[in-house]
């Protein structure tokens, strides 16, 4: 492997990262950062709210915070395209380009080609023939190239002969050649953000600025100057996920704290304040047996000459959920030294299953935020918890502190946290929780509790998982039976509350199994919707003309019990449910298969529904594609849509070609290289492996497919829905992209010797 990192991928790694978290607005800069930026890059900084006034002895200006934050992002891409200048200034020189205007010569081919462009030929055209052209004469220059390995060589000619590959746009001779690229990538057109470029210039100096900077951004600058961490949304700080049951409100909760240092506990009738904050309890501890003699204090020995050891019991402090996540809190405050804290969450399951006004106690008072998300109103400790906060504060210290005393008065509140004199919440200390809205005999929640959480409805909605109910192979669809069983629910108890979400029960490979279905989904809607309305819903109505008592879902065998299907069929045939035909959709796989023919308006009308939407599909993807000009070029061709759910793309000369497929069934968007005839080509990409994922930056699954003599090489793109034609470009970037990047990179590797 060479010395160089493929600008191509590199910038639109960092473009993604920048993209996903940069947001165009207004931000105050860290104290840290300010304190420790005062000059860089020949210039010096005044810093305001929100701008930074910028002079040197020639220049007097202001530019927005927000610049520094965007310039931190491409400082990694600015110092790898200055290695490319470097790399490649020496290499023409170790070919005998001594001198600097014919070095200059070589450095400006790409754009002297460009500008001569014959006026009868289109502009595409003219610049793939450029490339072409560019390619041929810096490969022969290169070739001489001794200490330059092969990996290398490639992509300074990548960087020579094709502008659009490193997003340039200067003439590599220009001492500012990386600005049209850096500006090209952040997405900023004015000419003046061309001091973005500067900044990153400055930075790679100092790259460890531009490091903390990035990093503090991600992590979240609050409004406030103080570098406290997030403050700008305090109602997140306290949050309760309601909804009905299944709705997948610990899903949200874990998906949202993924990576995150998270304590849950779980409220019940019996919680009180010892169980949620902690409390002495008695503990067992081994002593030995001392005895007096004369004056003395001896051990009682054993008629082995061993100590001997007694059971006695003592009382310890033992934190619970809301101490443990209180100190790690406040922990994770001291270790952040100059930067944001990582964020610390407390979840509660069930809130309303406990009594929160005892269960919190006078820790109700901490749920008062200010603007920079620390409690209001700070607590006394009581002399227990004194000595268990003391304790685990031990040799602790807040950098931030100043910041945090400032906010009350200068009064020295962090000491008094560290102390354990008081309590005080954290703005890094997320406190969430779930409520069930069909739960029974709970403890009310008074409006001076709930005013202090943000609450997030959660609806009942299709996962789009496709699970079904298997009803000894006879299958259901889940979500087709959540739809009619909640109307009858709505229309019956005339309320939301008792209505099933999409994950009440948990399917395994896809498939509800007809005894979780009994013994969740119908004993809850006997026992917990319908039994006070007596069942006069014909959904419970028997074949006998009776009702189907939850005791007829079973039937007796040897000493257990098994669920009768037969009266599973009619519960759900009552609710007027089909089962889904298995025969419904062709399997999605791709086999080498030709593409379909363009098809006649007639032959389109005799579609069924699912090859209708196949081609939606394919026609909004490949007029989405063509405007991708590097897609258009390798991939434009005549290529139609059709009625398949696969798409071929050729790559000349090569053993392989790039396959895009819808598989609906599974949820799935898939981007395969597909090999044809024998193992040779598979087996030398295979040998690879490594060097491809890491270039790649994915995983991908590797198969052998001897009985089809084929192999793949597969990445999937998973929970798609490709029923939501608003979530399409999210699809379409994924098959661009991919696309692109495998045809390069796999065409470099199976080229490989």
């Known amino acids: 492997m060479g010395t160089l990192i493929n600008l191509h991928n590199l910038g639109k790694t960092l ?51 927000q610049w520094f934050i965007i310039a931190s992002f491409f400082v990694d891409y600015y110092l790898e395209v200055q290695k490319y200048k470097n790399l490649l200034v020496d290499t023409l020189k170790s070919c005998g380009l001594t001198k600097s205007d014919d070095r200059k010569t070589i450095l400006s081919m790409y754009s002297t080609e460009l500008a001569n462009k014959p006026k009868e030929k289109p502009y595409d055209l003219h610049k793939a023939d450029t490339i072409i052209k560019v390619r041929e004469k810096i490969t022969d220059i290169l070739s001489s190239a001794k200490t330059l390995d092969a990996d290398d060589k490639e992509l300074l000619i990548n960087f020579v002969s094709d502008y659009d590959w490193w997003y340039g746009g200067k003439t590599i001779d220009r001492g500012d050649f990386y600005v049209s690229p850096i500006l090209a990538l952040s997405k900023v057109v004015n000419a003046s953000h061309t001091y973005i470029a500067e900044i990153c210039k400055a930075f790679a100096e100092a790259k460890n600025v531009s490091n903390a900077l990035r990093d503090g ?14 403050s700008s949304d305090t109602k997140a700080l306290q949050k309760i996920f309601y909804g009905a049951p299944g709705t997948g409100k610990s899903y949200a909760i874990n998906h949202d704290t993924k990576s995150e240092d998270v304590i849950r506990t779980t409220f019940h009738p019996d919680s009180d304040y010892s169980s949620f904050v902690g409390a002495y309890k008695p503990t067992t501890v081994e002593e030995t047996v001392m005895t007096v003699i004369g004056t003395k204090a001896v051990p009682v020995e054993n008629a082995d000459g061993s100590p001997r050891k007694e059971s006695k019991i003592v009382y310890e402090f033992v934190s619970q959920a809301f101490l443990q996540a209180y100190v ?88 008094e946290v560290l102390d354990g004199d008081i309590l005080l919440l954290p703005n890094n ?23 202090r959480w943000d609450w997030n409805y959660m609806p ?118 089909e089962p889904v035909s298995i025969n419904a959709e062709e399997a999605e796989e791709y ?30 993807f490949l007029n989405y594609a063509q405007q991708n000009e590097e897609f258009a070029k390798y991939f434009g061709g005549v290529k139609k849509a059709s ?39 598979y087996q030398h990409l295979l040998s690879y492996k490594t060097e491809i994922e890491q270039e790649m930056g994915v995983t991908y699954d590797w198969r052998e497919l001897p009985e089809k003599k084929a192999s793949i090489i597969s990445e ?38």
Not at 223 to 230: I, P, R, T, Y
Not at 730 to 743: A, E, G, Q, T
Request: net charge negative.
């Open 429 to 451: 200390l997320y406190i969430w929780a779930t409520m069930n809205t069909s739960d029974q005999s709970l403890f009310p929640i008074d409006s001076a509790f709930k005013r």
């Open 643 to 681: 009625k398949d759910h696969w798409k071929n793309f050729f790559i000349t000369g090569a053993a392989f070609n790039l396959v895009a497929l819808q598989q609906r069934k599974k949820n799935a968007a898939e981007v395969q290289v597909y090999i044809f005839g024998g193992n040779e080509v």
């Open 460 to 577: 009942i909605s299709n996962a789009n998982l496709g699970w079904v109910i298997d009803v000894e192979g006879t299958k259901y669809d889940w979500w087709q039976f959540l739809e009619k069983i909640n109307d009858k629910i709505g229309s019956t108890t005339n309320s939301e509350d008792k209505k099933l979400g999409y994950f009440f029960c948990k399917a395994k490979d896809g498939e509800i199994k007809v005894e979780t279905f009994v013994g969740k989904v119908i004993f809850y809607l006997w026992n917990d919707v319908f039994k006070d309305f007596e069942f006069g819903d014909s959904i419970f109505d028997d074949a006998d003309g009776g009702k189907l008592e939850f005791a007829k879902f079973y039937t007796e065998e040897g000493k257990g019990s098994k669920v009768v299907a037969d009266k599973v069929d009619l519960f759900l045939k009552n609710l007027g449910l």
């Open 217 to 230: 951004y991600k992590a979240g600058f609050g409004k406030s100057s103080n570098n406290l961490g997030e």
């Open 716 to 753: 999937r793109m998973l929970n798609v829905n490709f029923d939501d034609k608003e979530s399409w470009n999210s699809i379409f970037n994924f098959f661009v992209d991919r696309l692109l990047r495998m045809r390069e990179v796999f065409v470099k590797y199976s080229n490989k010797q």
């Open 591 to 620: 086999e080498g298969q030709q593409e379909s023919a363009e098809s006649t308006e007639a032959e389109k009308n005799g579609w069924n529904a699912t090859e209708t939407k196949r081609y939606e599909f394919w026609e909004a």
């Open 15 to 65: 473009q993604n990262e920048f993209e996903s978290v940069f947001q165009p607005k207004d931000v105050e800069l860290p104290d840290s950062f300010k304190e420790a930026v005062k000059e860089l890059g020949g210039y010096k900084y005044d810093y305001q709210k929100y701008l930074v006034h910028i002079y040197s002895e020639d220049l007097n200006g202001y530019i927005p915070n």
């Open 328 to 415: 790690g809190a406040w922990k994770k405050f001291a270790n952040a030294g100059a930067e944001a804290p990582q964020k610390q969450y407390l979840v509660i399951e069930e809130i309303n299953r406990g009594n929160c006004a005892q269960i919190f106690g006078d820790l109700f008072q901490l749920l008062d935020r200010n603007d920079n998300g620390f409690s209001d109103y700070p607590i006394k400790a009581d002399a227990d918890m004194k000595r268990q906060l003391a304790k685990s504060f031990v040799g602790l210290t807040v950098p931030q502190a100043d910041s945090i005393n400032a906010q009350y008065d200068g009064r020295n509140v962090v000491k």
